[in-house]
């Protein structure tokens, strides 16, 4: 994401390390480790496998992670879920 092209997010450079040594640094673990890192209503909500807990950039990290976008991730997928999985099959039985 080029909203993390930042020198505070830099992990190093790809011709002097590894690319292992550079994924799994502390830095790179920190900052997975808070991306994934989900609001207490995702871990019941029916849209979880399609927004993910959306992006970490959209999350409210002094409210628990809520992301701003959820109500509207909701009410989108809740109006069209049925046309969203009746494009997943057509793409699925190609």
């Given at each position: 994401c080029d909203f993390y092209v930042l020198d505070?997010?830099?992990l190093g450079?790809?011709?002097s390390s590894s690319l292992i040594n550079l994924i799994s640094s502390d830095k790179a673990v920190d900052f997975i480790k808070s991306s994934i890192k989900e609001h207490d209503d995702c871990k019941v909500c029916s849209f979880k496998n399609l927004?993910?807990?959306g992006c970490r950039r959209h999350k409210d990290f002094s409210d628990n992670y809520k992301n701003r976008f959820c109500e509207s991730f909701k009410?989108?997928?809740s109006k069209n879920i049925s046309k969203l999985i009746e494009i997943a099959n057509i793409v699925k039985f190609r």
């Open positions: 505070e997010f830099k450079n790809i011709m927004c993910r807990s009410f989108f997928y």
